[in-house]
């Protein structure tokens, strides 16, 4: 097991698109507990793989209080069970230190394959649908910032590049 190290935006790497996972290997599930280690370590509740510069479309979460419900989605498709938007404060291992509301659908389906590389579906809502959502946008090379304007988008991006370069410094 091993912690990944996370991108943070600006970093062009999180806008690359994810391809699907051909076959769930022996690999796929080492990366799979490197991800859930990272994620936990952090803490977060959700992470993509995307996030630690892997291609593929790969996502852990656990929304639990305890890390009792780890959750993984491989080569995940949502469809909206209803229209209707919820408003909730996210934010991203990718984005420290910034949180902004944005608002996604409430209720939705998802389904993927679990690390057993079977086939699931499962009926979404609240933080687990708000977090499924963040996460299969990192796969498309999306980040929540693009959702809010660009003046605030801005005024993060300079703020963590003024930190990546005193971080690069202190290296
Ligand atoms: C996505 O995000 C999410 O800024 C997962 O300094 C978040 O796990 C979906 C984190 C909220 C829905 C609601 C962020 C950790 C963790 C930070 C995360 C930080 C340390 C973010
Ligand atoms: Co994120």
Do not use: W
């Not at 097991?1 to 943070?8: F, V, Y």
């Not at 419900?69 to 498709?77: A, Q, R, S, T």
């Not at 991006?157 to 003024?162: A, D, G, H, Q, V």
Request: aromatic share 6%; charged share 30%.
């Amino acid at each position: 097991m091993a912690i990944l190290d996370i991108l943070e935006f600006p970093d062009p790497r999180l806008r690359t698109k994810a391809k699907p996972v051909a076959e769930v290997t022996d690999k796929i599930r080492n990366l799979i507990d490197d991800m859930f280690e990272t994620m936990y370590d952090a803490p977060g509740i959700g992470l993509a793989a995307s996030q630690v510069n892997i291609h593929q479309q790969i996502v852990v979460i656990d929304v639990s209080e305890d890390k009792s419900e780890p959750l993984v989605f491989i080569n995940p498709k949502v469809t909206v069970l209803d229209g209707e938007l919820e408003a909730m404060q996210e934010g991203c291992l990718s984005v420290p230190g910034f949180y902004e509301d944005i608002e996604r659908i409430e209720h939705c389906k998802i389904e993927a394959l679990g690390k057993d590389g079977k086939p699931f579906v499962l009926e979404a809502r609240g933080l687990l649908a708000v977090c499924i959502q963040h996460e299969l946008d990192h796969l498309d090379g999306k980040l929540f910032v693009d959702y809010i304007s660009s003046t605030k988008r801005d005024r993060i991006r300079k703020k963590l590049e003024k930190q990546h370069r005193l971080d690069a410094k202190h290296a």
